[in-house]
């Protein structure tokens, strides 16, 4: 059984970033990795013309200083999203082209979404991003979901199936699956709601060239054999001494472990002794959302031609939020969309097949006949793989962040948590999960621990 300073569970961005973290800090690190990659819900393809698309996470954008500065330290570069032309909402059966900020709603839809938009936004404001539940009447914000929220706040249909179109572009679930707290602690942590689903000066801004996985790759290498693949942990130990990570395969030992991985793994671990039982709730109430996502391939980005960016949202339809993905020499077309939710929820039942009809009729109804044929369709069912059991992240439901919110990212003795569920800045996206990172890090090198831990847990002597 070897033993190190540090095991780290979990090779995706912040299990990564820990390591990378503890590494310059003179501490010796072994990364635990499941899967037969690193990336976590970073995860890049080809098509079969050779451009590269991301199946899993892929925008960077302003005040995500964390990965925009990791990827300049890399030697990795980006290119902005394009967000040229019209956009394109559907409203029944209704496609409204606009090229303003209405969204395309009819004028008193869109005062009142303006009204709702700017009373979220004043309600976040007052979250504290550190400790939510501390924050100025947060049980009553906690108690209530957010689709209860809107529904004691509006009698506009159409402003209210804008947010429930809204939130599981962000959440992949359902408002009435996340507390009002939640949704306010989220917008507070990604600066805005209007940072949160802009492209240009928003969280869309920017791609990664090549691909986002790229960015684990480079953390990866530079960590050397400290990572090891096909590890998947099943019991982590722990006792005044030390811990012990055992895998399929074999045991580590260390003085202490950072647990990067999302909620819903991290609970299916098992600790002895085991977690105090508010740690344990927490895990339970803090599911994935469920997404599917497609990358669709053309000669050309046609829909440029009549005046479109590619952006379409539609309240009418399952597969309804579209982005033009294209490479930026525009050597090809490509499309990005979604299945979230309970929409995700329903497709993932369906053969591929059936799904490729769901979204190629969806694309023609937006964009017209050329839509039916690409030269590529590829899709990733987060929620079927094994050790990511779905995207984008962890919610919390009513009442979860001022029951168990404080266990969130506390230690437990010797067991640290990372993530990008743990992050109060940029919860849930790229950037968050590299500060958990560091975070977890910097927790155990601001404990004095010294190098070189001897650990005996359970009699088991490294």
Not at 31 to 51: F, P, Q, Y
Not at 428 to 457: F, K, N, Q, T
Request: glycine share 10%.
């Amino acid at each position: 059984m070897s033993n190190v300073d540090v095991i780290v569970v979990g090779a995706g961005l912040a299990g990564l970033a820990a390591a990378r973290a503890l590494v310059a800090a003179g501490r010796t690190v072994s990364v635990l990795e499941a899967r037969d990659r690193v990336g976590g819900r970073t995860l890049g393809a080809e098509l079969s013309n050779g451009v590269p698309v991301e199946l899993g996470g892929q925008w960077v954008g302003p005040t995500q200083d964390a990965v925009i500065e990791l990827i300049a330290e890399l030697g990795l570069t980006s290119f902005p999203s394009y967000d040229d032309g019209a956009a394109i909402t559907v409203v029944d059966g209704e496609l409204i082209r606009y090229t303003d900020l209405s969204f395309g709603l009819r004028p008193e839809s869109i005062a009142e979404v303006g009204r709702l938009w700017a009373e979220l936004e004043t309600l976040a404001a007052t979250v504290r991003t550190a400790a939510p539940w501390h924050t100025d009447n947060a049980e009553e914000l906690d108690r209530q979901t957010l689709d209860g929220w809107l529904v004691a706040n509006t009698a506009d249909e159409v402003a209210c199936g804008f947010f429930r179109l809204l939130v599981p572009t962000l959440f992949s679930a359902e408002s009435p699956e996340l507390s009002l707290l939640h949704f306010l602690f989220y917008i507070k942590s990604g600066t805005s709601l209007a940072t949160l689903v802009a492209t240009t000066g928003g969280a869309q801004e920017s791609r990664v060239s090549g691909g986002t996985h790229q960015i684990c790759e480079r953390m990866a290498a530079d960590l050397g054999a400290a990572v090891r693949l096909n590890c998947v942990v099943r019991t982590i130990r722990q006792d005044e001494h030390g811990v012990v990570v055992d895998f399929e395969g074999g045991s580590v030992a260390a003085g202490r472990v950072i647990v990067a991985i999302p909620p819903t793994l991290a609970g299916r671990i098992r600790y002895v002794p085991a977690l105090p039982a508010l740690r344990d709730s927490l895990t339970q109430q803090m599911p994935a959302g469920s997404v599917i996502k497609f990358q669709i391939g053309y000669e050309t980005p046609f829909w440029r031609d009549q005046g479109l960016s590619g952006f379409v949202l539609s309240m009418d339809d399952p597969f309804n939020v579209v982005f033009d993905n294209s490479p930026p020499d525009g050597s090809c077309g490509v499309l990005v969309g979604f299945l979230e939710g309970a929409h995700a929820r329903t497709a993932s039942t369906m053969s591929a097949a059936q799904r490729r009809e769901r979204v190629l009729s969806a694309l023609v109804k937006y964009f017209g006949r050329q839509a039916a044929q690409p030269f590529d369709l590829l899709e990733q069912d987060w929620n079927a793989e094994e050790f990511t059991r779905g995207c984008y992240g962890g919610r919390l439901a009513a009442g979860a962040w001022t029951s168990y919110g404080r266990e969130l990212a506390a230690p437990v003795d010797r067991i640290h948590w990372a993530g990008a569920e743990t992050s109060d800045i940029w919860n849930g996206y790229m950037d968050g999960a590299i500060r958990s990172g560091r975070r977890a890090a910097a927790e155990i090198l601001a404990d004095g621990a010294a190098p070189g831990p001897r650990s005996h847990v359970n009699g088991r002597r490294s």
